[in-house]
């Protein structure tokens, strides 16, 4: 009388054992696929929003990454530069 009723309890007990693990299997899948389908749409959603930047813009961003490695690469040089001589000395003693 309950499993006509719908109660869950005793509709997953009268299911055939391997229905019933079905379930469970389906149960863990969907709980990998469901952060995976959110990832999906915010991601779509993310793309939709976003544009390309106009050639002004490109510049601009371009422009300062360049600027920026010439920076780092000063740096770089002159800090390589001045251990040379102190790696002579250390050495040399």
């Given amino acids: 009388m309950l499993a006509i009723l719908g109660d869950k309890a005793s509709t997953k007990s009268s299911l055939p054992s391997s229905l019933s693990s079905n379930l469970g299997t389906m149960d863990q899948v969907m709980t990998i696929m469901r952060p995976a389908q959110q990832f999906t749409k915010d991601s779509m959603r993310l ?47």
């Avoid at 793309?47 to 920026?68: H, N, V, W, Y």
């Fill in 47 to 93: 793309l939709k929003r976003c544009t390309k930047p106009d050639r002004k813009e490109f510049q601009k961003i371009s422009m300062a990454t360049a600027i920026g490695f010439a920076i780092m690469g000063f740096i770089g040089f002159f800090v390589k530069l001045i251990h040379i001589p102190i790696n002579n000395i250390i050495v040399g003693s």
